[in-house]
């Protein structure tokens, strides 16, 4: 045979392996690009939510502790702002069928509090028409409980403040760790990194558990109306893990869209900015509404607390300046 003959041989064989790689390769390429996208996506509504999470709620404290991150939640709006921003990009905004869809993906939402953490989760329940529903629904609130083998219980929080059970006295004690030790004795009370230590498992562990029990709750349910995808609790990384334990926020999972030859898993924590901004509170001042910033020593009635000087002002506010005495 022809040396001619055998290079159009050579080409026949190898031109459909060529074709085919080049697609496989524009395929991956497809592939990362949309990955990256829905990073993005994910990323932008937990963050959106995380700084939902301050939006028109009252931020007045207790007296008898002050703590940048005692802070309360609006569960409410962060969750709707999460959805709104995630259906916006994904371009289904006025698409409640795809919604829907998106949803099945979903395992679970959690919002981190001060003191505890709820789980928004979809739920299989007969309605008041008698009906079997699903739909996604708050869970009860989670406290960061802990038990030692004397039987003395602590209830921690995201930071030293903690609510502690004394089993030989049968005596409840609360407030800073550093303030009630002396008077306690539950050992782990006495030892400074020790209860650092256990109170960050103590959260990790309690998420954790709780997202294991969503996710096979989630499979199960998902499994009888067509998804097959089995959901896994992800591995999260220890600085993320640091971010949980140290400030409220947002952690959401997505799980099992397809993409081309993928499925998408990832889950994204929005949190830490959320304190590193001010918190500006709308008051009455004699009768007269003004806004000032969360380190101003005033104790005037708070109306409603914003993300934002501009959102105080245009809710009508007047800006009080903490030079202004009380």
């Known amino acids: 045979m022809k040396i001619t003959n055998w290079a159009i041989v050579l080409v026949l064989i190898l031109f459909p392996l060529f074709v085919v790689n080049r697609i496989e390769v524009k395929m991956q390429r497809m592939t990362q690009l949309t990955e990256l996208r829905y990073d993005a996506v994910l990323d932008t509504a937990v963050d959106d939510a995380a700084r939902a999470l301050l939006i028109n709620v009252n931020q007045q404290q207790e007296a008898r502790y002050d703590s940048a991150k005692r802070l ?63 739909r996604p629904v708050w869970g009860p609130k989670k406290p960061f409980a802990y038990a030692d083998g004397q039987g003395n219980s602590l209830a921690f929080t995201l930071d030293e403040y903690v609510t502690a059970y004394e089993a030989g006295t049968r005596t409840w004690r609360e407030g800073l760790r550093s303030e ?49 995808y089995t959901f896994t609790l992800p591995v999260i990384s220890e600085e993320e893990w640091n971010n949980t334990v140290n400030d409220i926020g947002v952690l959401a999972f997505v799980q099992g869209i397809p993409m081309g030859s993928k499925r998408y898993n990832n889950y994204a924590l929005g949190g830490s900015r959320v304190l590193q901004k001010p ?22 009635p708070v109306q409603e607390t914003f993300s934002s000087e501009k959102a105080a002002a245009h809710n009508g506010y007047l800006f009080l300046s903490c030079d202004n005495q009380p």
Do not use: W
């Not at 569960?75 to 698409?95: M, S, V, W």
């Not at 008077?183 to 294991?212: C, H, K, W, Y």
């Not at 709308?282 to 020593?297: H, S, T």
């Open 279 to 300: 918190v500006i509170y709308g008051a009455l001042k004699d009768g007269l509404k003004v806004y000032y910033r969360g380190n101003c020593p005033f104790s005037y």
């Open 72 to 134: 309360n939640v609006n569960k409410q709006e962060a969750i709707a702002t999460f959805y709104r921003t995630l259906y916006l990009n994904f371009g289904i905004a006025d698409d409640p069928i795809a919604q829907g869809v998106l949803n099945r993906y979903i395992p679970a939402v959690v919002i981190v509090g001060y003191d505890g953490f709820y789980v928004y989760a979809e739920e299989e329940f007969i309605n008041t028409a008698g009906e079997t529903e699903i």
């Open 180 to 228: 009630i030790a002396a008077g306690s004795t539950i050992p782990l009370l006495q030892d400074p990194e020790a209860f650092e230590a256990t109170r960050r498992n103590t959260i990790v562990n309690a998420i954790q558990d709780e997202m294991a029990y969503r996710i096979n709750a989630h499979n199960q349910l998902v499994s009888r109306i067509g998804v097959s």
